[in-house]
Structure formats: C-alpha cells, structure tokens
C-alpha cells in the first residue's frame, strides 16, 4: 500500500514538474527569482529529451510500482506513458515538442520585458 502510494505521489510530482517546466517562466514574471529554478528545470527537462537521459522520478516510481506488485514504465518513460497518446496523438508528438520550446521561449522573453521595465523604474 505505502508504495503504491509513493508511486502515485511521485507520478504527480513528476506531472507538476512538467507543468512547471512548460509554464514556469510565466510564474517567473510574477515572482522574479524562480527565473533560476525554472532554468534549472529546464536543462534537465530538454536534456533528457535531447540526451535520452533517464529522470530520476521516473527511477523512483518504476521501483515503487515494482514494489508495490505493479509494472514499472515503459522504457520510453513517463511523458510516452502518461502523456503521449493520451494529452496528444503520437503523430503530433513533435508539434508538441515545439510548442513547448516556443511557450518556453516566449515566457522569457515576457520575463526579460518585466524585469528590464522594472529596472528602468528603479533606475528614475
């Protein structure tokens, strides 16, 4: 029971790190000092995509899951199991791809265009 459940936890805490990772520069405008947690999550985010890196949550819920009596993930991971064909199809898995990098982007260009207007204000 207890690791079903760690599985379960760790698979919502994998779900919000990548919806803090799509939105997190937006939140950044708001609170300007996660600019830096959000590039952190970011080059891991991009990183296990370009390099084929395995997370660690996705480590940690297949070791719970197999504890808990369960199949672990897939090899392709936790985006290919929970979110590929199921949020989008298969066939847009690329278009996906890059509307995240162009949110991404253009969160920081929004954050960029706060945090020079602001220093421009303190700076009068």
């Known amino acids: 029971m207890m690791y079903r ?9 994998h779900f919000l ?10 939140l950044a405008c708001r609170w300007r000092r ?3 947690t959000h590039l952190a ?19 940690l819920e297949n070791w719970a899951r197999r504890r808990a009596g369960e199949a ?9 199991h929970y979110l590929t064909g199921v949020l989008y ?3 847009a898995l690329e278009l996906v791809r890059v509307l995240v990098v162009l ?6 260009v929004l954050y960029l ?8 204000q303190v700076v009068r």
């Open 103 to 108: 949110v991404v982007v253009t969160s920081w």
């Open 17 to 26: 790190f990548v919806a803090y990772l799509v939105v997190g520069g937006f």
């Open 34 to 36: 996660t600019i830096w």
């Open 113 to 120: 265009r706060f945090y020079r207007r602001r220093s421009a």
């Open 41 to 59: 999550a970011v080059i891991w985010g991009f990183g296990t995509v370009l390099f084929d890196l395995t997370c660690p949550l996705t480590n």
């Open 89 to 91: 199809p298969r066939s």
């Open 72 to 80: 672990g993930l897939p090899p392709s991971g936790f985006i290919d």
């Open 5 to 13: 459940l760690l599985a379960d936890a760790t698979a919502g805490v």
